[in-house]
């Protein structure tokens, strides 16, 4: 461990573990052996981070400048099993970001300036590209390959073994190859207890996006006339008015 690395009350570190300059890791914490945490790396309390893992190594990007001071930032107690990687942003003064209570699991990856959200859950050798955003509660399952810029909205599940190319709507349920929308994460939402009438009303949504007689606009503007505007419709309507790449349906 260097020592202008930054340990809360309480941290436990592994045999071998590699802990850099400027690294600061929140109290509580467990570092597992072999774990490498680069410069810049912040770490919130009681996170576990598992045998194997590199957190805030360099960007995977063509003529990166070393030099370039960036960082990851890990919100607290969230679990890193092993041999993980986050990269670190490739902008000066920027952070991949990963929220509190979530879940990377083994060999998963998430690559730089990705923003992950509070509670979301990524399955074995999942690969999260370069400027992905997902949700909080989000579940992508194992062997999924997300591609860079997408956004997967919160409250959502990816099924395995898939290729993301396009937004995932948030409240939805995604499977097969190619991708599809197949309706709403209804098991998901009645464990956190969305109310009944607002996942009929989701459900609704989802049926009338995937009416192939109507494109997205059409789509949208159907919604807007006949389902009640709580606020999961009015955020799933401006996740579909902010796509750039379009939405997986």
């Not at 570092?31 to 960007?59: K, M, N, Q, Y």
Request: aromatic fraction near 6%; include cysteine; glycine fraction near 12%.
């Amino acid at each position: 461990m260097h020592p202008e690395a930054e340990l809360g009350e309480g941290v436990c570190v592994g045999p071998f573990a590699l802990i850099a300059a400027g690294v600061r890791v929140g109290a509580g914490c467990e570092i597992g052996p072999h774990v490498v945490i680069e410069s810049g790396t912040v770490i919130g309390p009681h996170c576990r981070i598992f045998h194997g893992a590199s957190l805030g190594g360099e960007p995977q990007v063509a003529g990166f400048d070393k030099e370039l001071l960036s960082s990851v930032h890990i919100g607290e107690s969230t679990l890193i099993r092993e041999y993980v990687t986050v990269h670190r942003s490739m902008y000066e003064g920027k952070a991949t970001e990963i929220g509190s209570h979530c879940f990377l699991m083994a060999y998963s990856h998430v690559g730089h300036d990705c923003k992950i959200e509070d509670h979301a859950v990524i399955v074995n050798q999942a690969s999260i590209s370069g400027h992905v955003e997902i949700g909080e509660h989000a579940f992508v399952s194992g062997m999924v390959g997300v591609h860079q810029f997408v956004r997967i909205g919160a409250h959502c599940m990816v099924g395995g073994f898939c290729v993301v190319r396009q937004d995932v709507l948030p409240y939805s349920l995604v499977e097969g190859v190619p991708l599809r929308l197949i309706s709403t994460n209804s098991v998901g939402l009645r464990r956190r207890n969305f109310r009944p009438p607002v996942r009929s009303g989701l459900k609704k949504a989802f049926a009338i996006l995937k009416d192939s007689d109507l494109n997205t606009s059409q789509a949208v503007e159907r919604i807007q006339a006949e389902i009640e505007n709580t606020d999961e419709i009015r955020y799933l309507m401006d996740f579909i008015n902010a796509s750039s790449r379009g939405i997986i349906k």
